[in-house]
């Protein structure tokens, strides 16, 4: 598929443009239908058009479609802060600033974390993923392709071994290359910020120790670090829960969200501990599109539904039919390439190992060409992009679920044939 006037250095997994969608379906330009499993690279939780999501955006779009909050506030942003003081768990009162995108609250984290502790050093870990964006960039746990020809990136950043029973690094290993870290490369006095994902997207839906986790938070305490969470991509219900931080007995003093957090519409946040947030001078925080109307009426509508009781139901549906279904596979052993499952909740990737055949990230990307053709979209993930990610809306159709685990399961078949 050509792109013509587009960039050639924007990637496109599937050469195919949409034209419409309806929850965890969607239909090309010639019409032919597809079941997705991309849901917008995790933006889709509550599936393409929503009815609640169209119907407070198209309301809002009759009464402001703009106003740049910090120099006319209007009452869509108000009402998306307060809604966030209630939908994220923690146990403080929250000061929030909305953004565009994660990367754009990914970099205002940065921000306020300097301004507080007064430090420059960030600890960020292997195959993270934060956004595209000069700063956040650095962040990233691995350099093709996102650092390739950008030469010096800012910082002071320095990385550590994710660990995770996903990805075969332990609580101690992780724990000892910190310690190493403060002994030989940066004292914990000169260090502003840790970042990290409760559970890695790009990195392969691996899920972080918990017994890490607590420890860092402690880490963090002990030395006045800032412990900033990325939910950007794990936040709004795909963990199973509102957020995946729930999962860890921990709270950040940051959260980045993003993604599904709008249902589509552009919009992302970073909130925290007011003594943090409030840290930079009056216009040290801000944006002329920041906060739109629109997308906030459809966060505002985001939150209101996924505060019944069916999100968890939803999550645990979706669960459920995938961790059947890749045992179903595995025991068949008719797929020697079929690797764990990884993550949590509707929060799943699966792994592709190598065969004489082929490596896995060739498996991959045949499965992915061949559930195309037969109308199943898919993505990958991982630092070798041997990690199928599934992120299907966690509205979709029983029915529609299994129709597109049957599709995989086919595509699977070809590649063993």
Known sequence: MELPFVSESMGVVHPICVERGHNAEVWDEQGRRYIDFVGGIGVLNLGHCHPAIVEAAVAQLGRLTHSAFNAVPHRSYLDVVEALQAFVPVSYPLSCMLTNSGAEATENALKVARGYTGRQAVIAFDDAFHGRTLAALNLNGK??????????LPGPVYHLPFPSADGGVSAEQSLAALARLFEVEVPADEVAAIVVEPVQGEGGFRLLDRAFAEQLREVCDQHG???IIDEIQSGFGRSGTRFAFSHLGIEPDLLLMGKSMAGGLPLAAVAGREAIMNALPKGGLGGTYSGNPVACAAAKA??????????????ARVEQAIVAAHRRWQASERFPMLGELTGIGAMRGIVFHDTA???GSQHLAALLAK???HGLLLMPSGRHKNVLRLLMPLTIEPERLDEGLAILERALESLAA
């Open 143 to 152: 350099v093709a392709p996102y650092k390739r020809r950008l030469g010096a």
């Open 225 to 227: 670090i800032v412990l």
């Open 302 to 315: 985001v939150m209101q539904v996924m505060s019944e009781p069916r999100l968890s139901e939803w999550g």
């Open 357 to 359: 055949a082929a490596s």
């Open 371 to 373: 559930a195309r053709e």
